[in-house]
C-alpha cells in the first residue's frame, strides 16, 4: 500500500517567510510524529499526534512552529518567520495505533533551505 | 535522559562481505526498544530491524541481525553478503519511556555512513 508522503519535497524560503510542510500518514494509522533533521544528525522529535490531538509538543524549538492535524490524517507542520537555523530537512512519520511497540514509519522529508 | 551513540561516523565494506555498526544506548528504563533505520541519499528513513528490551532472541530480518548484548548496552547491526544498495546511513534508535502525553518518540544516534565497495 501507499507509505508516508510530505510535500514538497523541496523548499527554498526568504527569512521571515512563513513556510507550511504537509505529511499525509499511512491510512488509518492513529499516530503521527514530527521530527527535524539537521545537516549531518540524527532526526530530533519536535511533536506528537494521536488522531486529531496534539499530547505532546515539547520538542518544537519555539513558539514560530506550529503543528495540526485537524482530520486525524493529514498533518501540516507551519514555521513562522523562519530563520535561517530552520534549515533542515522535517521527517513526518506515522504508526498504526499508539501502542509502544508499535513502528513508525517515515516519508521522505522535506528539505527546507533559508536563505 | 536517553543516549544513544554510533561511534562510528563512516565505514566501508566490499561487496558479499559482512559488516557491524556499532550502537551503545543508555537508559534507566527496564523496558525500551531498539530501532535500526537505514537512510538512502533519497532521504527517506527506511525500517529494518526491532529489538525489545525483553526479547529472549535476538532479532533477524533477512540480511539484517542484530547483535543485543543487554549487559554492554549495545545492540549492533549485523549486514550479511553486503550489496551495492546497501551504501547508505544507518541510524540506530532508542524508543523513549512513556512520557504521559501519549507518545512514543525515537531518540536517535548521529549515524553511521556505510559505503559498499565493488
Known amino acids: 500500500g501507499a507509505g508516508v508522503s510530505q510535500s514538497p519535497r523541496y523548499k527554498v524560503a526568504k527569512r521571515g517567510q512563513d513556510v507550511a510542510l504537509r505529511c499525509d500518514p499511512i491510512?488509518?494509522?492513529?499516530?503521527l510524529f514530527w521530527y527535524q533533521q539537521a545537516l549531518g544528525q540524527g532526526p530530533e522529535f519536535l511533536t506528537y499526534?494521536?488522531?486529531?490531538?496534539?499530547?505532546?509538543k515539547s520538542g518544537l524549538p519555539s513558539d514560530r512552529f506550529f503543528a495540526e492535524r485537524p482530520e486525524g490524517s493529514v498533518s501540516t507542520l507551519k514555521i513562522q518567520r523562519t530563520q535561517q537555523e530552520d534549515s533542515a530537512v522535517y521527517l513526518c512519520?506515522?504508526?498504526?495505533?499508539?501502542?509502544?511497540?508499535?513502528?513508525?514509519?517515515f516519508g521522505p522529508g522535506t528539505r527546507l533551505t533559508v536563505l | 535522559a536517553q543516549k544513544i551513540t554510533q561511534t562510528q561516523p563512516g565505514m566501508f565494506v566490499q561487496e558479499k562481505e559482512a559488516v557491524t555498526l556499532d550502537c551503545t544506548y543508555d537508559t534507566s528504563d527496564p523496558s525500551y526498544g531498539l530501532f535500526w533505520y537505514k537512510q538512502p541519499s533519497s532521504g527517506e528513513m527506511i525500517f529494518l530491524i526491532y529489538?525489545?528490551?525483553?526479547?529472549?532472541q535476538n532479532a533477524t530480518e533477512g540480511r539484517y541481525s542484530l547483535n543485543f548484548q543487554k549487559a554492554r548496552k549495545s545492540a549492533n547491526l549485523v549486514i550479511s553478503a553486503s550489496q551495492l544498495g546497501d551504501s547508505a546511513m544507518y541510524f540506530c534508535a532508542m524508543r523513549d519511556p512513556y512520557s504521559g502525553a501519549g507518545s512514543y518518540q525515537l531518540t536517535f544516534g548521529k549515524g553511521t555512513k556505510l559505503s559498499v565497495i565493488p
Open positions: 529489538q525489545g528490551s525483553y526479547d529472549q
Open positions: 491510512s488509518g494509522h492513529v499516530s
Open positions: 499526534f494521536q488522531n486529531e490531538a496534539q499530547l505532546d
Open positions: 512519520a506515522s504508526s498504526s495505533h499508539a501502542l509502544r511497540t508499535d513502528t513508525q514509519y
